[in-house]
């Protein structure tokens, strides 16, 4: 590659660093900059440097793995370099964790499993609030009514839930009007 091309700056990209320990920097590239060029051209920047040994990528998850010289000033030069070709360090979520995402996945995997083990007869959109009626019902049954034991907050929570849930109104519909 020529210097030509690793000195052509790109419009920043959104870096966030996952882990930071000697000699070792792991880095997650924003869902928009994960493309295989970009990905190429830092990954050879990096391993121009000297005090770089080996960089790693993965372009599906945007991870960068920069393994460097464990010495005083290394990860310096190491974050300058990135800075150089218009990487900027922030917080890199865009709209969930990565936590949520994959308790996401998860929860439509098994909705998935038990729509395929039922035949499509059922799913977790009908278990879940099936199991809450099911312990509402046996509340019920054992405690009784309990009107005068039910909190102010609850019930104001319920008026809230229904209304907005009959009225199909849904917030990201009112997001994209006003957007």
């Keep these: 590659m020529d ?3 690793l000195k052509t700056p790109f419009k920043p990209i959104s870096t966030k660093i996952v882990s930071n320990t000697p000699g070792r920097l792991r880095l997650r590239i924003a869902l928009s900059d994960r493309q295989s060029r970009k990905m ?5 920047v990096l391993k ?3 005090n770089v040994s080996q960089v790693s990528t ?4 945007g991870s960068i793995l920069i393994s460097h010289s464990a010495k005083e000033g290394s990860l310096e030069n190491v974050l300058a370099t990135l800075h150089d070709i218009g990487m900027i ?8 964790t990565e936590a949520a995402a994959d308790l996401s996945s998860a929860v439509v995997d098994l909705n998935k499993r038990v729509e395929l083990a039922t035949d499509g007869a059922v799913d977790l959109r009908f278990l879940f609030p099936l199991g809450l009626s099911t312990l509402a019902v046996r509340q019920l049954l054992i405690q009784g009514l309990q009107l005068e034991a ?9 008026a809230f839930d229904s209304f907005i849930k009959l009225h199909g109104t849904s917030y990201t519909e009112t997001s994209d009007e006003s957007g």
């Design 48 to 50: 121009a440097q000297p």
């Design 3 to 5: 210097q030509a091309t």
């Design 58 to 61: 993965n372009i599906q998850h």
């Design 89 to 96: 360090f922030a917080d890199i979520t865009e709209g969930s």
């Design 150 to 158: 039910i909190p102010w907050y609850v019930l104001a929570w319920y």
């Design 40 to 44: 190429q051209i830092i990954t050879s």
